[in-house]
């Protein structure tokens, strides 16, 4: 009876003394849409993007007037011209397009290559200093806020890692 009572007591203090063991681990979370957006790295990346795609947009316009410029050229002369040359004008005026095409195409991949490449530069970067955050501080395990229902705002950790990576 009395070891029953001694196993009872030791099952039951390693049950609490485990718990409260496991309540003293540390979780923290972070909003990695305002560290990308308000970091120095992001801003520079959000800038680069939107400079490719605005002179990809430019790129666009100034053939899209070149080329009906030649249309609206070419369908002045139509009476003009004999119908082979016609012809001719027509099949050459839709090779430019077919050319520009796989150009804003090409265009287009090298600007996704490149978005896809600087955020994972930025993940990286990222990644180490939170991984040195933790360590520092303790926490085992930090999450992504967008993935939280309901946290207290003193585990947020995001202005502090917004600092961390300005100053790296």
Request: glycine share 2%.
């Amino acid at each position: 009876m009395l070891k029953k009572i001694q196993i009872l007591l030791i099952l039951f203090f390693s049950f609490f003394l485990t718990n409260l063991l496991n309540a003293q681990e540390k979780i923290a979370f972070i909003d990695l849409n305002y560290i990308y957006s308000n970091s120095k790295i992001g801003k520079k990346i959000i800038k680069d993007i939107d400079n490719k795609q605005n002179k990809i947009k430019k790129d666009f316009k100034e053939f899209q007037k070149k080329l009906d410029d030649e249309k609206n050229n070419l369908l002045s002369k139509k009476n003009v011209l004999n119908e082979d040359e016609y012809k001719k004008r027509v099949i050459e005026l839709e090779n430019n397009l077919k050319k520009y095409n796989e150009v804003i195409s090409k265009k287009n991949k090298d600007l996704l290559e490149f978005r896809k490449k600087s955020k994972n530069e930025f993940a990286i970067s990222l990644r180490s200093t939170l991984e040195k955050y933790a360590q520092e501080n303790k926490i085992s395990m930090i999450l992504r806020k967008e993935q939280l229902l309901l946290g207290e705002k003193n585990l947020d950790i995001t202005k502090e890692i917004l600092e961390l990576i300005n100053k790296s």
